[in-house]
């Protein structure tokens, strides 16, 4: 208020306060201040963490797929399935993500909730990749080229080499390994066969030469023995033992091999365990399933790496 032009107003009586009120109300002030700001410095700190935790995430999935050097992935060609399903297939005009073999679909649990939109615009986002080893070389046969000891030789003159035509052609050679998403872990650790019928670490290898337009594929597969068992411990090559008896192996042994046979039609049963020493356990119990199976399609092979080493 202006002291001079008060006009008459009456000046405002100055408001005073015990030492009490005043500790009151400033306690209250700071009980108002905190209870505003508590949900703020709440959020903030939950917004941090959650930003920290996709850190952690976005960096696992970088070590997990980048560090391994075991995935792979391709946008126009079917690293999933070998020559010979993708020529059976009827599934050519689909997307490539609806055309995979989905025991080779590693990222398929990340990408669900995208696969069950069933948006079409949605499948650009869906790129399948597989885990296991890739490799592809063009190699060109010069069937004019001198052999190592004529070129040694002083009195053979050097030849041009012979040009790339259809005499002397390129072959594309590849090597791809895949390993199924079922049953994957730790060796020692994971063993046998589960009561879906997939045995622990199953790959299928396929190994193909492209020359001209044709293409040969050979395809073998490798898993654990498709019976009940394991090795407990953490020592070098603990011993092997059985979990389940002949009779309820058997209903597993059948569907892991019928499975098998409705993929890949006949199979040569390669038995690579020790036959004498303390694996033999394992390879009786297998030797016994696949003659209950009784299969024309089977063909059962033991060969002994220790009888060769």
């Avoid at 030492?19 to 410095?41: E, G, H, R, W, Y």
């Avoid at 391994?68 to 126009?76: E, I, P, Q």
């Avoid at 895949?178 to 049953?183: A, L, Y």
Wanted: charged share 30%; hydrophobic share 30%; proline share 4%.
């Amino acid at each position: 208020m202006c002291k001079k032009h008060h006009f008459g107003i009456n000046k405002p009586e100055k408001i005073t306060q015990s030492p009490d009120d005043s500790k009151f109300l400033l306690k209250t002030l700071t009980q108002i201040k905190s209870n505003v700001s508590a949900p703020n410095k709440k959020k903030g700190k939950e917004n941090k963490e959650k930003e920290k935790l996709e850190r952690r995430l976005l960096e696992e999935l970088f070590k997990m797929f980048m560090d391994s050097d075991s995935f792979y992935y391709s946008k126009t060609y079917d690293l999933t399935n070998s020559v010979q399903r993708q020529s059976r297939s009827e599934t050519t005009g689909l997307p490539l993500w609806k055309r995979v073999d989905d025991r080779f679909f590693w990222n398929k649990h990340m990408l669900q909730d995208l696969i069950e939109l069933q948006d079409e615009h949605g499948g650009f986002w869906i790129l399948p990749i597989i885990q296991g080893f890739v490799q592809i070389e063009e190699l060109v046969v010069n069937y004019t080229e001198s052999s190592d000891e004529e070129k040694s030789s002083p009195e053979t003159p050097p030849q041009e080499a012979a040009c790339v035509d259809d005499v002397h052609p390129r072959f594309l050679v590849a090597l791809i390994s895949r390993r199924s998403r079922h049953r994957a872990g730790m060796r020692y650790k994971r063993r046998g066969v589960d009561k879906n019928g997939n045995v622990a670490n199953y790959v299928e290898t396929e190994q193909f030469i492209h020359v001209h337009n044709h293409t040969l594929s050979f395809v073998q597969t490798r898993g654990s023995v498709p019976v009940f068992w394991s090795q407990a411990g953490y020592r070098y090559n603990p011993r092997p033992r059985l979990d389940k008896g002949e009779v309820e192996t058997n209903l597993y042994f059948c569907l892991h091999f019928n499975m098998e046979l409705e993929i890949y039609k006949k199979q040569v049963l390669l038995n690579l365990v020790d036959q004498t020493g303390r694996e033999k356990i394992i390879g009786d119990a297998y030797m016994k399933q696949v003659l209950m199976f009784n299969s024309p399609n089977l063909t059962y092979v033991t060969f002994d790496f220790h009888e060769h080493w």
